[in-house]
């Protein structure tokens, strides 16, 4: 007996099971979206960019064991004050040398490890939120995200789900072992502790320091932008403020505008990159691509979308090298990487190296933002004759995407493995 586990690329399907498009925290454990509806609707988000409700008065933890403490009657009764009242928190983001970003920076909390996206710095390194009103969250392009490729960045992402609360307030209880920190791929984060955090307290919680870890090459923001000329920068900041109205035209003319006035703009040229692959221009978003890395070489997100085009167009050997690429710059904040390579390898039936690639997505992917990988990874693992851990993978599968499309047939193969794993059982060790 044999599990169909054919790759093709239309639609990135193992038989037809979609396993290349990964998902943001707020469709894990939820039913899809109806047909013709919009994903995440209810909240603009995107590369994740990041909870959900199923229905009027339901909330649901996109976090898989994780507590979840909303809508507990008799709680709101006891602290009404700590449900009514929205916390609100401020500061801002350096760089170890003392400068501010580049770039936007994702502003997380985490409570028990288990991180949240609530805001994006702005161009001078500041923040300033409400805890849990993230709707309008956009994914950077070190996360997953419900369009076509991984991860966008702030005002550059197409339609998809925040992390969070899904617009509901966060009460001084909910702050218990949480911490505010900058998430940068390439950097550490100082911390700021939330635990203890009252209402009424000064939101401003001041500078949080981005330490640049050594050994790391590639990282998601381009230093070219800070010597970008002044009229560039503002062509650049007018495309962004126009994709967020959702002005395509207008954001494109503003982006070729910024990186004729500044070819080496590494930054506009990827988000225009971003924005012609996103209209399937994807000739023109290579190109736009390849400009990004030409000016920043270290530019990670450049590299992850062109493996994204290499896929749709079946070039596995080209993403297997392009992803490992990725990896060897930065082989600790991209699990998407290892994700491309993992899929190009089992393409390539390179059996052993796709799987030790889809590991190491699950030990990165902390967020679950690529539950498709275990399903991927037992797959593998079928087709080298472990029935029992290919098993245990597709388990792991049905547990972060209970409601998935595929659910279904997802159990039959579970049900085909479990045949095999009885008729073949593992011999105990002497």
């Not at 339901?58 to 004050?81: E, K, L």
């Not at 928190?89 to 580049?102: A, F, I, N, Q, R």
């Not at 007018?238 to 703009?265: C, F, N, W």
Request: glycine letters at 10%; hydrophobic letters at 35%.
């Amino acid at each position: 007996m044999r599990l169909k586990t054919t790759l093709i690329a239309a639609g990135f399907v193992i038989g037809s099971l979609t396993i290349f498009q990964p998902v943001n925290a707020q469709q894990q454990g939820q039913a899809p979206p109806s047909q013709g509806a919009s994903p995440g609707s209810g909240g603009r988000g995107g590369s994740i960019p990041p909870g959900g409700t199923t229905g009027p008065g339901t909330q649901t933890s996109p976090y898989p064991g994780t507590r979840d403490n909303r809508n507990i009657g008799q709680d709101q009764t006891q602290f009404p004050d700590m449900t009514q009242h929205p916390i609100y928190l401020s500061g801002k983001v350096m760089l170890d040398d003392g400068t501010p970003p580049p770039d936007s920076v994702v502003i997380e909390r985490v409570c028990n490890g288990n991180p949240r996206p609530e805001a994006y710095t702005d161009s001078k390194g500041r923040f300033s939120f409400q805890l849990g009103q993230n709707q309008a969250m956009l994914p950077d392009a070190s996360v997953g995200s419900v369009d076509p490729g991984f991860g966008g960045r702030p005002g550059f992402g197409s339609q998809g789900g925040a992390l969070g609360n899904s617009g509901r307030g966060i009460s001084e209880r909910d702050l218990m072992g949480c911490e505010l920190r900058a998430s940068l791929a390439g950097y550490r984060s100082d911390v700021v502790d939330l635990s203890g955090r009252r209402v009424f307290d000064n939101p401003e919680v001041g500078t949080i320091v981005l330490h640049r870890l050594g050994n790391v090459e590639g990282t998601t923001i381009s230093m070219t932008s800070l010597m970008a000329p002044k009229d560039a920068k503002k062509a650049y900041e007018k495309a962004k403020d126009a994709l967020h109205k959702k002005k395509t035209a207008d954001a494109e003319k503003e982006l070729a505008k910024a990186v004729q006035i500044y070819p080496q703009y590494a930054a506009a040229w990827y988000d225009l990159g971003r924005l012609q692959q996103q209209q399937n221009q994807l000739a023109d978003a290579r190109k736009s691509y390849e400009q990004a890395l030409a000016a920043d070489a270290k530019f990670v997100s450049p590299y992850l979308q062109i493996a994204l085009i290499e896929a749709g167009e079946n070039k596995w050997q080209d993403v297997a090298e392009t992803s490992e690429r990725v990896i060897h710059m930065n082989p600790f904040d991209f699990p998407q990487a290892y994700y491309f390579n993992s899929v190009a390898n089992f393409n390539l039936k390179n059996l052993d190296a796709a799987e030790k690639s889809a590991r190491e997505v699950q030990k990165l992917d902390t967020r679950h933002q690529f539950p498709k990988t275990a399903q991927l990874l037992g797959l593998i693992l079928a087709q080298k004759q472990d029935y029992s851990g290919a098993a245990e993978q597709l388990r792991n599968y049905l547990q972060l995407m209970p409601n998935a499309q595929d659910a279904a047939q997802v159990k039959s193969q579970l049900s085909e493995l479990e045949k095999l794993t009885s008729t073949n059982p593992v011999k105990s060790a002497p």
